[in-house]
């Protein structure tokens, strides 16, 4: 099978000395749902904004569908459709008027687009507020139209830059069928980023982890998790006592490995998670470290995140915003 | 033939935004009517003072009403390329094959359909409180080419603010700091030969003045052609610097991306 999409050590960074993109690589096959699953900041929207002609790297080089992004943009702009993050629909306008200018500027028009407009609309479920400007829409629909405005053309790849982000829990349960929906169907390939682990796990085939403008992690979610080999322990610990002692606490114990603190949590990995509590605890409490709480959990992708990124999921999204505060004020 | 046809997509979809706010476009004829009734009824007789050089201010005042209302008209524009911007609509056109100079000229052509009804509304309306124009109706088409001449560069720079400030409070207060000014450093509502001497030399240099002074002339019976294309003349040598500048703000905020 070809691969629809190629990236090979794209570089790029903004003003401001920024380096969002640290020499990336991944490729896409042909008709797969592709995740680049990160925090905030980690540079996916940037690769998606390369990807889709929108940006340029500094260096590297990318293929969208065989063509060059750099010297065959235009080729490429044919092939692909993209779901940007913030909407992309004019409010002003209904969805089929936002659906026949998309159609027009990619060069259909006449019954042709009429009928593919239609179906869209009805595929969508959006046949009823078709001639209601989209202002009225919920979330939930104005993200239907977006993901229609992006098809179109009937493009051979499509990149979805953060779906489900601001939709209500329910709307994002839908919009996940869709998104399996599309792939099953139209023979697509749909390249998907997300900061959630679930969707990651539920949609993508294949994905690739990014984190500070590297891809550091890839593979199939199954994958991915099995290289890991036991439980995950979830400690947390009183936050108003010195920590410091853990590692040391825990370093002579057996089939106890990967061990993490942050603040006051702890993580670890034990072959057998339920056998490992009595004997981690009796360590914490020798070495005079009170417990709070404690979880035994089948490996997540959150694991795979903190094994390969050296941190966690979370932490990482909440240090990426915080680093985004800090350059916006 | 697509760079056109991308135009006129664009155009369309700018005219039927606008017209689904009804409000908005009765809002930007109330600072025209005030000028035109209050000023005009205001300032009649400012003709009186020796040097004024016309006879009616309402004549005098309409076609300078018509230049002023399709600058800030055209200043405005960039409003839209903002909201354009943050719902992502811009990049959606970008990714697309669209044609790249029909996003900008869509906005200006739009933009120059909404000054000819304007200006027709205000000329209407300036009739009805006496205003003359000899010139008949050619040199009312005259003033309206002048218009636009005028406000295609104020459109263009607008939505390269647009692009480069990225807020609307921004181009709020940009446009207002600019407009403003050139507005009262031009024969709008007063004759040039009686303003204070540093008013007058700086006058000169304003494109409002040229676009009046051309728009006035083409009104007047007897027009001195030969004014009227040298003060064209300067418009289209601003229009082509604007719509350089405008460039470099789309190729700005494409590299900013």
């Not at chain 1, 235009?74 to 089929?96: E, K, L």
């Not at chain 1, 009928?115 to 046949?127: A, C, D, N, W």
């Not at chain 1, 490995?257 to 409490?285: F, N």
């Not at chain 2, 155009?11 to 009765?26: E, G, H, K």
């Amino acid at each position: 099978m070809a691969d629809a999409i190629i990236a090979s050590e794209l570089y790029k960074s903004y003003p401001g000395g920024v380096q969002a993109l640290d020499g990336l690589s991944f490729t896409v096959e042909e008709g797969a749902i592709f995740g680049l699953l990160g925090p905030n900041g980690a540079g996916k929207s940037t690769t998606v904004k390369i990807l889709t002609t929108l940006s340029r790297p500094d260096r590297g080089e990318a293929h969208v569908g065989g063509f060059n992004v750099l010297n065959e943009a235009g080729r490429v702009r044919c092939n692909i459709g993209y779901v940007a993050q913030n909407t992309g629909s004019d409010r002003s306008a209904t969805g089929r008027e936002n659906l026949m200018l998309q159609g027009r500027l990619y060069g259909m028009g006449g019954s042709e687009l009429e009928t593919r407009v239609s179906q869209l609309l009805e595929r969508f479920s959006l046949k009823d507020a078709a001639d209601r400007v989209v202002h009225g829409y919920s979330g939930g629909m104005v993200r239907r139209l977006d993901i229609a405005l992006g098809l179109v053309h009937q493009p051979l790849v499509l990149f979805l830059d953060e779906p489900t982000t601001g939709l209500d829990p329910e709307a994002r349960v839908d919009m996940w069928h869709e998104i399996s929906r599309l792939a099953g169907e139209e023979k697509l390939t749909i390249l998907l980023t997300t900061h959630y682990l679930e969707e990651a796990d539920r949609l993508a085939a294949k994905l690739a982890i990014v984190d500070r403008g590297k891809i550091v992690a890839e593979g199939s979610p199954e994958q991915l998790k099995s290289e890991l080999r036991g439980d995950a322990l979830h400690i947390e610990l009183d936050s108003d006592q010195d920590n410091s002692g853990i590692e040391v606490a825990l370093a002579g114990l057996e089939n106890i490995r990967e061990i993490s603190v942050e603040e006051s949590s702890l993580h670890a990995r034990a072959d057998e998670g339920a056998k490992a509590v009595p004997i981690v605890l009796q360590a914490l409490e020798s070495a005079g470290i009170s417990v709070g709480s404690v979880t035994v959990a089948r490996p997540s992708l959150d694991d795979v995140y903190l094994r390969h990124a050296g941190r966690s999921f979370s932490r990482a999204h909440s240090e990426a915003d915080q680093e985004d505060k800090k350059r916006k004020s | 033939m697509q760079a056109i046809s991308h135009t006129f997509y664009m155009t369309w979809r700018q005219l039927r935004n606008l017209a689904r706010q009804p409000w908005y476009v009765a809002f930007t004829l109330v600072q025209p009517i005030v000028y035109l009734l209050l000023f005009g009824s205001l300032f009649q007789k400012v003709v009186q003072l020796p040097g004024f050089g016309s006879d009616s201010y309402i004549t005098f005042l309409t076609p300078g009403v018509v230049i002023m209302t399709a600058m800030f008209s055209a200043g405005w524009n960039g409003m839209s390329m903002v909201d354009d911007l943050d719902r992502g609509i811009l990049d959606r056109f970008l990714v697309s094959p669209v044609n790249r100079p029909a996003i900008i000229a869509g906005r200006l052509v739009q933009s120059s359909t909404v000054i000819v009804i304007q200006s027709v509304i205000i000329i209407f309306l300036g009739w009805l409180r006496g205003a003359s124009f000899p010139g008949g109706i050619d040199g009312i088409i005259l003033l309206i080419v002048c218009a636009i001449l005028l406000a295609a560069p104020f459109a263009a720079l607008s939505n390269g603010m647009a692009l480069v400030m990225r807020k609307e409070e921004s181009v709020i207060g940009a446009v207002n700091f600019i407009l403003l000014p050139l507005t009262f450093l031009s024969p709008v509502f007063m004759a040039r030969d009686l303003m204070p001497s540093w008013m007058q030399s700086v006058t000169s240099y304003n494109p409002v003045t040229w676009a009046i002074t051309a728009g006035r002339e083409v009104l007047k019976p007897d027009a001195d052609l030969s004014l009227v294309w040298s003060r064209v003349g300067y418009l289209a040598v601003f229009a082509v610097i604007s719509v350089v500048l405008a460039t470099r703000a789309f190729r700005a905020y494409q590299r900013s991306i």
